[in-house]
């Protein structure tokens, strides 16, 4: 029996419509003989509705609370699937989270799967024919519902492939990856193939097409990954290992991430024990920093380095502990940046690329502030107002 795991994202299950028009497509599978695990989100704005309502009550809430809230979104949509397929005459069961034996570690609204318990699902395949499974949620240790963060149903998609070493397409409103977003630049390239690498640097750069944790995953267990349009023709893009690709480009994409704040850290001396504590505190509270640089002089230390917008709130938190110790210490968080990077796997292997980079945006009089790099991407800390001008001229460039 040929394999494979479908995920289907929360604009392709909206309403009771598209549920249907996703069941049909489903029959036509089962027709060729495929056995399908489904993975589902939320439906539409269900999972943003939820959160609305909890934050009605009180701006923090318990996350194990929250939680369990939100994996109920999914759980709507497995269900409508079920009964809409059964419907159909094609026996099928849903399965939660904690169902499927997706096991997870960390905390509850961002937990990353630590194992999947493939035997019961093997079991149901047994009597059905498709597998409809809730995305984005787990269980924990405790017994607990946990959620996999942003982009979780990606996740438990390419997770549940690796786990059944099968192939995973994945569905939503875009056409396949492009050497940059359509609606910066309206030439931009749909690409038929991507390295893992390169999609896990374009994820986690700000591409924001699929989670670099599910490319991570797809990565370490060699799984092929296809991300096409729901219920069109239009051929989508493989995402696998550099070496069964034939052309290598120097650069495949530009990517775009306005989900930043700048923040810059003083203090009159270097102090090793600040600099433990800070990234003590960084990695306990799981902040993600990037874009870091460090300078050591006669003024001190400066410390500089990038968070997400929604990371903010717990910086300022954290600094203001550290402050109560070290009360020379100066803080500033600034928005209106925006990191452009551009992306390639060539670059391991072609000269001169971070040059023409430099010239292109000194040539367009785009000013950058910081700079980090990778073996195949190069990123830059720009004024938000040039983020749009700098993904243009820089496509231009390289012909994306």
Known sequence: ????????????????EKIRRIADYIKSRVAQKEQLVVVVSAMGKTTDDLLKKANQITEHPNEKDLALLLTTGEQQTI??????????????????????GIETVGHHLNSKISKVNTEFIDELFETNEVLILAGFQGFNSQGEMTTLGRGGSDTTAVALAASLGCPCEIYTDVAGVYSTD???????????????EEMMEM??????????????????????????????????????????????????????????????????????????????????????????????????LQLS??????????????????????????????????????????????????????????EADIPFYQVTTSEISISYAIDEENGEKAV????KTFNL
């Open 1 to 16: 029996m040929n394999r494979r795991v479908l995920k289907f994202g929360g604009s392709s299950v909206a309403d009771l």
């Open 79 to 100: 269900s409508y699937l079920s009964i809409t397929l059964n419907d159909l005459q094609v026996k099928s069961h849903p399965l939660t989270g904690y169902q499927a």
């Open 182 to 196: 359509p609606r910066i630049f309206s030439e931009a390239s749909l690409l038929p193939y991507v390295s893992y």
């Open 203 to 300: 994820s986690a750069l700000g591409a924001g097409v699929l989670t670099s944790r599910s490319m991570e995953i797809a990565y370490n267990y060699n799984i092929p990954v296809y991300l096409g349009k729901t219920l069109s023709t239009e051929k989508g893009t493989w995402i696998m290992a550099q070496k069964e690709m034939l052309e290598k480009k120097a650069v495949t994409g530009v990517a775009l991430d306005k989900d930043m704040v700048h923040v810059t850290l003083n203090y009159p001396e270097y102090d090793t024990e600040l600099m433990n504590r800070l990234f003590l505190h960084l990695e306990e509270n799981e902040i993600n920093v990037d874009m870091i640089s460090q300078i050591i002089n006669n003024e001190g």
């Open 305 to 362: 380095f990038t968070v997400t917008n929604t990371e903010e709130h717990k910086i300022k938190e954290l600094c203001a502990v550290l402050k109560e110790k070290y009360p020379n210490l100066y803080f500033e968080s600034e928005q209106g940046f925006v990191k452009v990077s551009v992306i390639g796997a060539g670059m391991r292997d072609m000269t001169g690329v971070a040059s023409k980079v430099f010239r292109t945006l000194i």
């Open 392 to 395: 243009t001229t820089l496509c």
